[in-house]
């Protein structure tokens, strides 16, 4: 079946601009998953969602960044004023559910471009 | 909180040779741990998992890892690397007890194969 997929695959803004990033996960997985990758380092956690609610934001940096699932499948991020240092390829993961060892299958990333 | 320090951001190897990327990490209640592949232009794909149970963990593409508790290390081997195991490796570690399953990720290393 089709793996998880995240649009666009690159996006280019001008700081200050807003902008949302789409993340379609497996098809029946009640986790989703939100990572930010910065360059030349490792993924850092944002947001899960386990079902429509956001279960654990932590990882957000700051209230620039929103992030919605409300139907329980697609999710999309928001961000708000983009700023130079939100530059990163963003990534989704999904997984049949929260919690437990259970994979995250990850998708192939948004590449954010803040000018 | 947890933390996963990959002590080599580069390893050059040559074809045919044995490799191993070294993983540490850092966390006050016991983890999983992951080790993930990251090809170019593509999204992390798990290369293997331990969860318990025996210590020595094979996974995928003739990868193993070795748990070692005493020494909070995680290291990945390969006795004969090929072209194609070129990649981004990311060791990543979850709290066994959270409901989330959120994964912290060391800063990758780099597997650079020569022929």
């Known amino acids: 079946g089709a793996g998880v997929s995240q649009t666009p695959s690159n996006k280019v803004t001008e700081k200050g601009k807003y902008v949302e990033l789409r993340c379609d996960p497996i098809s029946g997985h009640t986790a989703l998953y939100w990572y930010r990758q910065s360059l030349g380092q490792g993924p850092e956690f944002l947001i899960y969602?386990?079902?429509?609610?956001?279960?654990?934001d932590s990882g957000l940096p700051n209230d620039r960044f929103f992030a919605v699932r409300p139907e329980g499948s697609v999710s999309t991020l928001k961000i708000q004023r983009t700023e130079r240092g939100d530059s990163a390829v963003y990534l989704c993961a999904s997984s049949l559910m929260a919690g437990g060892p259970n994979e995250q299958f990850f998708g192939p990333g948004t590449r954010l471009t803040v000018l | 909180a947890q933390s996963v320090t990959q002590l080599d951001s580069q390893v050059p190897v040559f074809e045919e040779a044995p490799v191993e990327l070294r993983c540490n990490y850092s966390s006050s209640v016991s983890v999983y741990l992951f080790w993930y592949v990251q090809y170019p232009n593509q999204g992390l794909q798990l290369l293997l998992k331990?969860?318990?149970?025996?210590?020595l963990v094979k996974g995928i593409n003739g990868f193993e890892a070795e748990f070692n508790k005493s020494q909070t290390s995680f290291h990945l081997r390969k006795p004969s690397v090929h072209i194609s195991d070129t990649a981004e490796y990311f060791c990543?570690?979850?709290?066994?007890?959270?409901?989330?399953?959120?994964?912290?990720f060391g800063g990758g290393t780099r597997l650079m194969v020569k022929p």
């Open positions: 969602f386990q079902g429509t609610g956001a279960a654990d």
């Open positions: 990543a570690v979850s709290p066994i007890y959270n409901a989330g399953n959120m994964l912290t």
């Open positions: 331990y969860l318990s149970g025996s210590t």
